[in-house]
């Protein structure tokens, strides 16, 4: 008899205290070693996705066992994941400040004088000084202890050694009498590191690189904000109708495909479907970046998170959860960010090598001197003096200060940087894709022309806002709009009723009025002379919209309709240009609208009628093409794009999926703002670059010096503090940054 096999799932963990991308490969490395495991391990948004065979409680042991914390998505138990490890760093950093200062400054000063000394000064600092190199400083000992088991190195294991050396080395120290050479005023302090304290140097490591590190959750958090916001853009209930006519309120989850939904005015459609029964406008301009919105009637189809505007329909679910566009647009996004985490930053790469060298430099140090001068206390103190000039205390600093300064200026500025993917392709970028809908264009509709046949402008105008003004449409707000800006007050309108296919008609001043498309006119028995067909066809090509007005069935005009321009939005191609950047427009409007507005800005190149997952797959190929690509946008549709781009760029008033998908978060409406922003990330990568310089180079020239043993561990110190202190005024120099000053820079 044969045993079946069990069968594969798809389950999901939270794993929480990955610190970098390899900390993210480890654990898939170690979930994808059990036998029918497939592991694909996210570390901006801390998810692993398994296909498994085995029981959760496995998964979960080995991602233990790797060091590491796991949660298994969906249990009762609640996780917030990043936000959690946030709260823990934080937490350690206010305990290592409140005691790790006054610890630093007693074992700096009593180390400097001792005559400074009293009775029971070790406990004191002992007291104050070991909660810090232990509790607060745990997640790097155990992050070290977890790559020594995996037989990896990473920063971690240079700072939990040189934290626990200067820790083991201080309290050796107290137990040994003040030896003269530090009294002695002399080059002794230099050269002979015996008796010295150096507990300062384990606890300002801790501090140091404990902030690092929590600025660094914070944007990972940040990152995955994207994929939350998504999640809760769905209707959490949905009224469905039964076989019996009957409706019923359950939640969303239950939805099935088949079932029947209700959507009212101003409701989110649920789920992907098919219309049918009733009308109405369907706004789906966040989804699919058309400026105005669609009729649907029976048989059409629609998309879920769009917005039903003036009329009740009955839809058929055709697709739920991860079926559907929403859900397509998730997977997206997900896979976007995962292959921006992947890519590990400048230090995490050095670190590689950096981190196994300095480590046999000070066992190299120690064996040297020992063996030369016999003992062993000159030769732990040279040793450590290599650990501790080494330690990437600078290095920790070089990015997280830089982009702090970076994001208060950008903030005066209008610009939000959110992370390091921002600055790291700033330079790099030669090729910018503008969203149209909501980005180069208000995202709202407004009248652009009034084309009037036998009657006056005003006559056309005042007629349609007065069968309007009895509409919810957005198009009857446009115009009813325009004619309070332009004419005023307009009679009322009797005897309103909506008609199928967007349109109405009413009575207005004892004239019957029909609003609405040229077919829906015709259909009505309007006659519609040649110059009105011809007048609209030309708004059409002009990539308008079109509503006729007809008084007693005989049309009289035509209003274009279309989206409006952002204030300095062809001024800011222009500055784009002058950075010599290539500029796309792409959008999933029509063609003949795209083009229309791609010429008033002064963009050659269009891309139009997309889909959303097409946006994506165009940045893609671009990017394959050999392009650094910036993606613009602000709707939900554009989310995959601006994941999946070198730089993603997104204004602040569009959608909350779209800010947090992009590195960047322009404030404010005008696009100006955009080439300002540019500029600001190549000064702070310029900055973050001079700053990794100086901490290496510090360290290339330092570490040799220290090897020879001309140096106490505590001026070594001293000097990393120094190397510290230049990366964070180097880093300060970023507030007096000038965009204007700047555009000559980053063109030369």
Sequence with gaps: MTTASPAVRRAELVVGGMTCAACATRVERKLNKLEGVTASVNYATERAVVHTAVPDEMLVAEVTRAGYRAEVLGRDRPTDGPAADVRRIWQRLVIALLLGVPAADLSFTLALVPSLRFPGWQLVVLALGLPVVTWCAWPFHAKAAAALKQRTTSMDTLVSTGIIAATLWSGYAMTRPAPSAVLDGGWGLLLRP??????????????????????????????????????????????????????????????????????????????????????????????????????????????????????????????????????????????????????????????????????????????????VGGAAEPAFGAGLAVLIIACPCALGLATPTAMLVASGRGAQLGVFLKGHQAIEAARAVDTVVLDKTGTVTTGRIAVTGIHPHGVEADEVLRLTAAVEQASEHLIATAIVTEADRTIGAVPMVTGFHALAGLGARGEVEGHDVVVGSLRLLADSGVTVPPEVRTEAARSEGEGSGVVAVARDGVAIGVLAIADTLRRGSAEAVAELHALGLRTILLTGDREPTARAIAAELGIDEVIAEVLPDEKAAVIQRLRREGRTVAMVGDGINDAPALAGADLGFALVTGTDVAANAADVVLVGTDLR????????????????????????????AAIPVAAAGLLNPLISAAAMAASSLFVVSNSLRLRSFDAARAQTTDTQ
């Design 194 to 371: 015996s008796g010295s304290l150096y507990l300062d140097v384990a606890v300002g490591v801790t501090i140091f690189v404990l902030a690092g590190r929590l600025y660094e959750a914070k944007v990972k958090h940040a990152s995955g904000d994207a994929l939350r916001a998504l999640g809760e853009l769905g209707v959490k209930d949905v009224t469905i109708v039964g076989a019996d006519g009957r409706e019923k309120l359950i939640p969303a989850g239950d939805l099935r495909p088949g079932d029947h939904f209700v959507v009212r005015p101003g409701e989110t459609v649920a789920t992907d479907g098919v219309v049918v029964s009733g009308s109405c406008a369907v706004d789906g301009s966040a989804m699919t970046g058309e400026s105005v919105p669609r009729e649907a009637t029976a048989g059409d189809p629609v998309l879920g998170a769009t917005v039903a505007i003036g009329g009740r329909i009955v839809v058929r679910a055709t697709s739920v959860g991860e079926d559907t566009r929403l859900g397509r647009l998730t997977r997206l996004v997900e896979n976007a960010l995962f292959e921006k985490a992947r890519v590990q930053r400048v230090a995490d790469r050095i670190s590689a090598v950096f981190v196994p060298v300095v480590l046999a430099l000070a066992a190299g140090t120690f064996v040297v001197w020992y063996a």
């Design 673 to 700: 703002v955009l080439a300002r922003a540019v500029r600001l990330a190549r000064a702070t990568l310029r900055t973050i670059r001079g700053n990794l310089w100086w901490a290496f180079g510090y360290n290339v």
